[in-house]
């Protein structure tokens, strides 16, 4: 078997991987999401780091609003809290922006060559930023895109800028509005 054929083969083993983690976790949310919340009780502000890190790691349907609202939910201190849930993501997002870069590129050209990677590439040159600010802020898919941006070489600044500082500002309005609600 040569190098392309593996390269294909891994590549379409671990997007079906992803896809199976991402339906079952999907099919079994309301579960997943009433454990997370159990686990943040239990463990408070290391499990919020973990869970947090785990969510923005791996990519499935939850995001660290989870484990941000069920701290706030649970007493804990909001701040200590934020601080948790922001580290556990930024950390999460650079490793994902990391294997991208490192990784990716190479994957891609070799399964599916330079033409196809310089045509997405130029895609993402025009509208990557906005989709990653989206994706940071909504509840689009934000995992894919931390690979993506590592992959296109998107610059580490713009990065923190697009996805970081923006992902900060998301948990931020989620613990003021978590609150905001609390006291009405």
Same mark, same amino acid.
């Given at each position: 078997?040569?190098?392309?054929?593996?390269?294909?083969?891994?590549?379409?083993?671990? %997007?079906?991987?992803?896809?199976?983690?991402?339906?079952?976790?999907?099919?079994?949310?309301?579960?997943?999401?009433?454990?997370?919340?159990?686990?943040? #009780?239990?463990?408070?502000?290391? %499990?919020?780091?973990?869970? /947090?890190?785990?969510?923005?790691?791996?990519?499935?349907?939850?995001?660290?609003?989870?484990? &941000?609202?069920?701290?706030?939910? /649970? $007493?804990?201190?909001?701040?200590?809290?934020?601080?948790?849930?922001? %580290?556990?993501?930024?950390? %999460? /997002?650079?490793?994902? +922006?990391?294997?991208?870069?490192?990784?990716?590129?190479?994957?891609? !050209?070799?399964?599916? $060559?330079? !033409?196809?990677?310089?045509?997405? !590439?130029? !895609?993402?040159?025009?509208?990557? #930023?906005?989709? &990653?600010?989206?994706?940071?802020?909504?509840?689009?898919?934000?995992?894919?895109?931390?690979?993506?941006?590592?992959?296109?070489?998107?610059?580490?600044?713009?990065?923190?800028?697009?996805?970081?500082?923006? #992902?900060?500002?998301?948990?931020?309005?989620?613990? +003021?509005?978590?609150?905001?609600? &609390?006291?009405?």
């Amino acid at each position: 078997m040569d190098y392309k054929k593996i390269m294909k083969f891994t590549g379409i083993t671990i %997007a079906l991987l992803i896809t199976l983690i991402f339906l079952f976790v999907l099919i079994f949310f309301s579960t997943f999401k009433t454990e997370i919340l159990s686990i943040v #009780r239990t463990y408070g502000y290391g %499990a919020i780091f973990i869970v /947090s890190f785990l969510l923005d790691l791996l990519f499935q349907p939850f995001a660290p609003d989870v484990p &941000l609202i069920g701290g706030i939910l /649970s $007493g804990l201190n909001i701040y200590i809290v934020l601080l948790c849930v922001i %580290a556990g993501s930024w950390i %999460a /997002s650079a490793l994902g +922006y990391l294997f991208g870069d490192v990784y990716g590129e190479v994957g891609i !050209k070799k399964v599916y $060559g330079e !033409k196809k990677y310089n045509r997405w !590439k130029n !895609k993402y040159s025009k509208y990557g #930023r906005r989709i &990653l600010l989206a994706a940071a802020l909504t509840p689009i898919p934000y995992t894919p895109f931390c690979w993506i941006s590592g992959i296109f070489k998107l610059s580490i600044s713009e990065f923190i800028i697009y996805a970081l500082l923006a #992902r900060t500002l998301r948990f931020i309005g989620g613990a +003021y509005l978590t609150i905001l609600i &609390l006291s009405i």
